[in-house]
């Protein structure tokens, strides 16, 4: 049985919880509401910003027309592949970097200017050169999630205690066994964090 204080301590996280989630959606409401009167009062242009009964409306139009779902499909698989690409790839550029000092000290520069690169800006060009399909759209998820990947996996792994590296040297470890017995485990948490910030950047591509 729980003391009293262990209760009242549990009752106190559960009525915390639900001020959090009561505020949350009193903020969401106020925007909402805020957004609309922006746009009824012409202060917000609605063509450009649109407005919360406009996406109604055309969320509700869609729905009619049995074409929601079809878009909500296409973004999804787009999304999906530029993610699982994008978390691939990323994985065996940082891996590679890691395993060879050498090749990222050459490359590292040349990462960071790509990844600082307004890749947004690209869209137009990349349109021209693969057309308006959905590998022009992939490419572009890509080019925006790829080189953050690369860089904060790589920088995770180097992040890794250089004491328990010199450890397993010294227990005759070879460069390939410290990576998939010390580096690569070690880097779980940073892995799923970039899968997070690949899921947003993904969608940002799309």
Same mark, same amino acid.
């Given at each position: 049985?729980?003391s009293?204080?262990?209760?009242?301590?549990?009752?106190?996280?559960?009525?915390?919880? &639900?001020?959090i989630?009561?505020?949350?959606? *009193? !903020?969401?409401?106020?925007?909402?509401?805020? +957004? /609309?009167i922006?746009?009824?009062?012409?202060?917000?242009?609605?063509?450009?910003?649109?407005?919360?009964?406009?996406?109604?409306?055309?969320?509700?139009?869609?729905? &009619?027309?049995?074409?929601?779902?079809?878009?909500?499909?296409? #973004?999804?698989?787009?999304?999906?592949?530029? %993610?699982?690409?994008?978390?691939?790839?990323?994985?065996?550029?940082?891996?590679?970097?890691?395993?060879?000092?050498t090749?990222?000290?050459?490359?590292?520069?040349?990462?960071?200017?790509?990844?600082?690169?307004p &890749?947004?800006?690209?869209g137009?060009?990349?349109?021209? +050169? %693969?057309?308006?399909?959905? =590998?022009? *759209?992939?490419?572009?998820?890509?080019?925006i999630t790829?080189?953050?990947?690369? *860089?904060?996996i790589? /920088?995770?792994?180097k992040?890794?205690?250089?004491?328990? !590296?010199t450890?397993?040297?010294?227990?005759?470890?070879?460069? =390939? /066994?410290?990576? %998939?017995?010390?580096? @690569?485990?070690?880097?779980?948490?940073?892995?799923?964090? #970039? @899968?997070?910030?690949?899921?947003?950047?993904?969608?940002?591509?799309?």
């Amino acid at each position: 049985m729980y003391s009293e204080e262990h209760k009242n301590y549990l009752k106190k996280i559960k009525r915390n919880k &639900k001020v959090i989630l009561i505020v949350r959606i *009193i !903020i969401v409401i106020l925007f909402l509401g805020l +957004w /609309q009167i922006l746009t009824n009062l012409k202060i917000l242009n609605s063509f450009i910003f649109s407005s919360p009964v406009n996406i109604i409306n055309t969320f509700s139009s869609l729905l &009619k027309t049995n074409n929601l779902f079809n878009h909500i499909g296409i #973004t999804l698989y787009e999304t999906l592949i530029s %993610f699982l690409l994008a978390t691939f790839l990323g994985i065996v550029i940082a891996s590679l970097l890691w395993l060879n000092k050498t090749t990222a000290k050459i490359v590292d520069p040349f990462l960071t200017i790509l990844n600082s690169l307004p &890749k947004v800006s690209l869209g137009p060009i990349i349109i021209i +050169w %693969f057309g308006a399909n959905i =590998k022009s *759209i992939v490419i572009m998820a890509l080019l925006i999630t790829l080189m953050t990947s690369t *860089i904060s996996i790589y /920088q995770g792994f180097k992040e890794v205690d250089s004491n328990l !590296i010199t450890l397993m040297k010294s227990l005759n470890a070879n460069k =390939k /066994q410290i990576f %998939f017995k010390l580096i @690569l485990p070690a880097n779980y948490p940073n892995i799923i964090s #970039t @899968l997070k910030i690949n899921i947003s950047l993904s969608l940002i591509g799309m």
